[in-house]
C-alpha cells in the first residue's frame, strides 16, 4: 500500500530558528514530490520535486529530494511568525492518471 | 489565471436535502480532483476525473455523485448526507508537475 509519513508531527520553535520537516514515502509508480503549506484554509504550493540531489529555493524555504532513501525534507530559515502553519508532503504516482498520497503533516509553531 | 474556484464557500444542509458543490478553473488543466478534509487531518481523496472521464474512486459512498460537465466545470452532488460528511471538501486541478487547490466549501450537515 502506497504510504507517505512526515515527521516531526508538531514542533515549536523560536523567530529567527531554523526549521527542518521530514517527509518519507513508499510509493508506486512515483512521478514527484509536493510539498503544501496550509493555513486556516485551502493547500497552498511550495514546491515539486522529480530529480534527487537538486534544490529548490524559494526565499527562507528550500527542499531537496532523495530518490535513493525515499524521503524529502523541507527547510526554513530565519523562521517567522507567519511560517506558522502545517506542512503537508505528497506524492504523486501515475498509473494513467494523476493521483496524490498526502501524509499527515507537520504543525510547525512559531513563536515570537 | 492560476485559480481554482468553490462555490459556495459554506454549505448547511439537513440529511434530506439534495445540493451540489462547483468547482471552476480556466488554466487548461485535464485532471480535477474531490477531496474531503476533515479537522486536523489531511485532504482524503474522493474522486479523479481525467479529460472528463472519472478514472477513481476511492469507495466514497453513493450519496456523493461527482460530474464533470466540461474540461473546466467539476460538481459534487450531495444527497442524504450523514452528520459525519460535515467536513472541507476541496477541489483542485493539475497539470503535469503542479496541482492548484480551490479555497473549499466548508460542509456542515445537521
Known amino acids: 500500500e502506497d504510504k507517505v509519513v512526515q515527521s516531526p508531527l508538531s514542533l515549536v520553535v523560536h523567530e529567527g530558528d531554523t526549521v527542518t520537516l521530514n517527509c518519507s514515502y513508499e510509493?508506486?509508480?512515483?512521478?514527484?514530490l509536493l510539498w503544501y503549506k496550509q493555513e486556516k484554509k485551502a493547500p497552498t504550493f511550495l514546491f515539486m520535486l522529480?530529480?534527487?540531489?537538486i534544490e529548490k529555493k524559494s526565499g527562507r524555504l528550500s527542499s531537496i529530494l532523495d530518490k535513493k532513501e525515499l524521503f524529502s525534507i523541507l527547510n526554513i530559515t530565519a523562521t517567522q511568525t507567519g511560517d506558522s502553519a502545517v506542512y503537508l508532503c505528497?506524492?504523486?504516482?501515475?498509473?494513467?492518471?494523476?493521483?496524490?498520497?498526502f501524509g499527515t503533516g507537520t504543525r510547525l509553531k512559531v513563536l515570537a | 489565471d492560476t485559480e481554482v474556484t468553490q462555490t459556495p464557500k459554506h454549505l448547511v444542509m439537513g440529511m434530506t436535502n439534495k445540493k451540489s458543490l462547483k468547482c471552476e478553473q480556466h488554466?487548461?488543466?485535464?485532471?480535477m480532483y474531490w477531496y474531503k478534509q476533515k479537522a486536523k487531518k489531511p485532504p482524503e481523496l474522493m474522486f479523479v476525473?481525467?479529460?472528463?472521464?472519472?478514472?477513481i474512486n476511492e469507495s466514497v459512498p453513493s450519496r456523493f455523485s461527482p460530474e464533470c460537465p466540461n474540461s473546466s466545470l467539476l460538481n459534487l452532488h450531495l444527497h442524504a448526507l450523514q452528520p459525519e460528511d460535515s467536513a472541507l471538501y476541496l477541489c483542485?486541478?493539475?497539470?503535469?508537475?503542479?496541482?492548484?487547490f480551490g479555497p473549499g466549501t466548508r460542509l456542515t450537515v445537521l
Open positions: 510509493v508506486t509508480n512515483f512521478r514527484s
Open positions: 476525473y481525467s479529460y472528463e472521464k472519472l478514472s
Open positions: 522529480t530529480s534527487s540531489g
Open positions: 488554466m487548461g488543466h485535464r485532471a
Open positions: 505528497a506524492v504523486e504516482a501515475t498509473s494513467g492518471t494523476y493521483k496524490y498520497i
Open positions: 483542485a486541478s493539475s497539470r503535469s508537475n503542479e496541482q492548484f
